[in-house]
């Protein structure tokens, strides 16, 4: 019998030293509480949590394969209705599994309403498999199948926006979260489990082994990607944003010149027209969301 | 009770009766009369059942998983291209010991495009560690689901299992069924109530990975639940007879084999036809006997092997082909043969749906008298 | 390797470096002061990094 008088996510797994996934994992357990069921996709944090004979969740969990984590929680929730149960459950996928393989998945189990809360925890490419990029590699990332050379920038496309898709299907709450606001993501949690129907979290959690940073920094650029509105923390209720996190912004460069995976924006030359395409990025951001705090003096 | 239905009909009815509290399951051609049947009870009310309308096969396998895992009893149904799409779900259901029953309405591969019978589907997932049982008629359609369920959740099994029958032949063809009553079906098949599952009163989890320290391992004991089942399956083959009076014990049945010369080894409604062409040949006087194989998973070697040892000849129809090599029925009869010196000769036949009748049956015999075989049967040449 | 060592005359008693530890090693001692369990602690260093009151300091571990 699992002592859940602790974390329910237990110490001793394997993840990376300053990993951004396994602090996702431990936040949201604890938002959830012991009368949960985790489904997880393959990745990282299935592989670090779960490995034969150990396991580092304290509630009932299950992996069935990569891209079916919704379609397994779709067969649970029918399950826990016939029993008469009240377990909640949570799917606990990374950005492959969601974005990529799994959309097909997703799409049903979000059209069909089921009750569950769906985490994202993105850390922008196949981490698992060795730092490939997927649908939420974010423009200009050199990853190792959209590398930087000689005639590439790196990754050519933008962050599918998963949250809008989800909202499209009719989820009524959607939200975007990180791990560097660790009280925030707890609330989004808390209200995503209390609220019925199929409600999706994604949780922005940086990986200092893809990204290339030091482990103490996890939480300094999770706050940088915010800060220069690259990452958009916010709420939508039935498909309308209700909630965002404003900022004073900071440029784009403070984020990209923290990580290795946006090192030949800067060396051995700099790209200008890159950097500034990646900051217009932001500034759409911004002007969607209205993320910008307006500082006094600019409103006089 | 005597009822005149559809196969498909009779299958929706036994697993109604089974009680399954989810079922997932997709359309294709030709399971659709199940599950548009069993849609129907839960739209009425006379199947206390979640019905999830996936959008696809993986989907449908996939939401059984959860729903298993949760502890409920699950059902689905497919064929042919839906039951590839499950390929890689097969393979984690097995491997999580997760005792789903599954109709197989039978049906050709493509491409190119078939929507008729033959049995490459279910037969291409041999090794998947899923149980076979394969349907003469549509009362064995019927029946072999009440079976199917109180095998694979029988603790020391634990394994899912698929009930095949041929598409079209008997999914879509009005037999006389006997159906048996919720209050018989309750009898023979107890509630499903799993040791280990999904619970926050209990937390354990479900399909970890294994490195190369404990896979083995598991490998071995999915296999020997696999074998150790066939005492089983005799077990609930004899209750079901006991109780209902057609008895299931057998793994594979003779009809007119004790004195054949001739052996025929078949699977599914093709054995309706032979023992037909049996008879007319039995009157022609030629000594030729059935070996119907009704569980192809787990295979039963010593059973084969005892049941044809008296024989002069094997003649194997297989409505399948293991391309490059043999049709799998016969590659592994030969394999229960082997020390035994008969001669053993596979004809693929009846694939895509071609029509089997007793001519061909007769025709098959004749080549296996003059020790020609190994070969696909009845080649139109001017197709080639 | 590196692990952290509290001083706890500068602590707060916030329980951030508790709250993000990413393998949850940090527990509260009975005055509510931080301690980590040195078998799991990987030495990342970001319990360090995010006290607001730098009471955590990276110190080489010593065979």
């Known amino acids: 019998m699992a002592d859940?008088?602790?974390?329910?996510?237990?110490?001793?797994?394997?993840?990376?030293?300053?990993?951004?996934?396994?602090?996702?994992?431990?936040?949201?357990?604890?938002?959830?509480?012991?009368?949960?069921?985790?489904v997880s996709a393959t990745g990282c944090m299935e592989v670090f949590s779960t490995p034969y004979p150990e396991t580092a969740w304290k509630v009932p969990w299950i992996h069935s394969l990569f891209e079916?984590?919704?379609?397994?929680?779709?067969?649970?929730?029918a399950a826990l209705k016939k029993q008469g149960r009240k377990e909640k459950i949570v799917i606990m996928a990374g950005d492959g599994a969601t974005f990529d393989i799994g959309m097909v998945c997703i799409s049903g189990a979000f059209e069909r309403g089921h009750d569950f809360t769906y985490i994202c925890y993105d850390n922008e490419a196949y981490m698992n498999t060795g730092i490939q990029r997927s649908g939420a590699t974010p423009y200009d990332a050199s990853t190792t199948t959209s590398p930087a050379g000689k005639c590439s920038f790196g990754n050519k496309r933008p962050k599918k926006d998963m949250p809008q898709i989800l909202a499209a299907h009719g989820a009524p709450y959607v939200a975007t979260a990180s791990i560097a606001y660790t009280a925030d993501l707890m609330q989004k949690v808390e209200k995503a489990i209390n609220t019925k129907g199929p409600c999706y979290i994604q949780v922005h959690a940086p990986c200092c082994t893809g990204w290339g940073f030091e482990g103490n920094q996890t939480l300094a650029v999770a706050k940088l990607a915010i800060e220069t509105g690259l990452w958009v923390n916010y709420e939508m209720v039935d498909g309308k944003v209700v909630k965002v996190k404003k900022v004073v912004r900071k440029p784009?460069?403070?984020?990209?010149k923290t990580q290795k995976r946006f090192r030949h924006l800067f060396k051995p030359t700099r790209q200008d027209a890159e950097i500034a395409a990646i900051q217009a990025m932001a500034d759409r951001n911004a002007e969607k969301y209205g993320i910008d705090i307006k500082l006094k003096k600019e409103k006089e | 009770m005597l009822q005149m239905i559809e196969g498909s009909i009779g299958v929706a009815g036994a697993v109604k009766l089974c009680r399954p509290q989810v079922i997932a399951a997709y359309p294709i051609?030709?399971?659709?009369?199940?599950?548009?049947?069993?849609?129907?009870y839960v739209a009425n009310c006379e199947l206390d059942a979640e019905y999830i309308t996936v959008e696809n096969e993986f989907s449908a396998l996939s939401a059984c998983i959860g729903a298993s895992a949760a502890g409920s009893r699950t059902y689905s149904a497919t064929t042919s291209q839906g039951l590839a799409l499950m390929f890689e779900v097969c393979f984690n259901v097995a491997g999580m010991r997760?005792?789903?029953?599954?109709?197989?309405?039978?049906?050709?591969?493509?491409?190119?495009?078939?929507?008729?019978?033959?049995?490459?589907?279910?037969?291409?997932?041999?090794?998947?560690?899923?149980?076979?049982?394969?349907?003469?008629?549509?009362?064995?359609?019927?029946?072999?689901?009440?079976?199917?369920?109180?095998?694979?959740?029988?603790?020391?099994?634990l394994l899912p299992a698929f009930v095949c029958f041929d598409g079209f032949i008997l999914s879509h063809t009005y037999e006389p069924i006997d159906t048996l009553t919720q209050e018989d079906v309750d009898r023979y098949l107890p509630k499903f109530d799993p040791k280990e599952r999904l619970d926050a009163a209990d937390p354990i989890s479900f399909g970890m990975y294994a490195t190369p320290e404990y896979y083995h391992e598991f490998r071995y004991d999915m296999d020997r639940a696999l074998k150790e089942s066939k005492a089983v399956i005799s077990a609930a083959g004899k209750e079901f007879g006991r109780m209902f009076g057609r008895d299931y014990s057998a793994m594979v049945e003779g009809y007119r084999l004790e004195d054949a010369d001739t052996a025929i080894v078949a699977m599914g409604s093709i054995c309706g036809t032979?023992?037909?062409?049996?008879?007319?040949?039995?009157?022609?006087?030629?000594?030729?006997?059935?070996?119907?194989?009704?569980?192809?998973?787990?295979?039963?070697?010593?059973?084969?092997?005892?049941?044809?040892a008296h024989v002069k000849r094997v003649a194997v129809l297989d409505k399948n082909i293991s391309l490059g090599a043999k049709g799998a029925l016969a590659l592994e009869v030969k394999d229960a043969l082997y020390s035994s010196g008969i001669p053993v000769k596979d004809y693929i036949i009846g694939l895509g749906g071609?029509?089997?009748?007793?001519?061909?049956?007769?025709?098959?015999?004749?080549?296996?008298?003059?020790?020609l075989g190994d070969i696909f049967y009845g080649l139109r040449k001017e197709v080639l | 390797m590196f692990k952290p060592v509290f001083d706890n005359e500068k602590c707060s008693k916030c329980g951030t470096c508790r709250t993000i530890c990413p393998e949850g090693c940090i527990s509260?001692?009975?005055?509510?002061?931080?301690?980590?369990?040195?078998?799991?602690?990987?030495?990342?260093?970001?319990?360090?990094?995010?006290?607001?009151?730098?009471?955590?300091?990276?110190?080489?571990?010593?065979?």
């Not at chain 2, 078939?114 to 394969?134: A, E, H, M």
């Not at chain 3, 009975?30 to 607001?52: H, I, N, Q």
């Open chain 2, 98 to 157: 997760l005792p789903i029953v599954m109709s197989i309405a039978n049906r050709a591969l493509g491409a190119p495009l078939s929507i008729w019978n033959d049995q490459q589907d279910s037969i291409s997932l041999r090794d998947s560690g899923w149980l076979q049982f394969y349907a003469e008629d549509n009362q064995e359609a019927t029946d072999l689901h009440y079976i199917a369920y109180r095998v694979a959740e029988e603790s020391s099994v």
């Open chain 2, 274 to 308: 032979t023992k037909d062409a049996i008879d007319e040949m039995r009157d022609e006087g030629k000594k030729v006997g059935l070996l119907k194989v009704r569980v192809f998973r787990p295979f039963p070697t010593d059973d084969i092997a005892k049941a044809l």
């Open chain 1, 4 to 38: 859940t008088t602790c974390d329910l996510f237990d110490c001793g797994h394997r993840a990376c030293g300053g990993c951004g996934a396994a602090l996702a994992a431990r936040l949201v357990t604890q938002a959830a509480g012991t009368d949960t069921i985790v």
């Open chain 1, 252 to 256: 784009v460069e403070d984020y990209l």
């Open chain 1, 68 to 77: 079916n984590a919704s379609a397994v929680a779709s067969g649970i929730d």
């Open chain 2, 29 to 40: 051609t030709p399971q659709t009369h199940i599950v548009e049947a069993l849609a129907d």
């Open chain 2, 354 to 371: 071609r029509d089997v009748r007793k001519k061909d049956i007769k025709a098959v015999v004749e080549l296996s008298e003059k020790g």
């Open chain 3, 28 to 63: 509260e001692n009975a005055e509510e002061f931080f301690v980590p369990d040195y078998t799991y602690c990987k030495g990342c260093g970001l319990c360090a990094e995010e006290c607001p009151k730098e009471a955590i300091g990276m110190k080489q571990e010593e065979k």
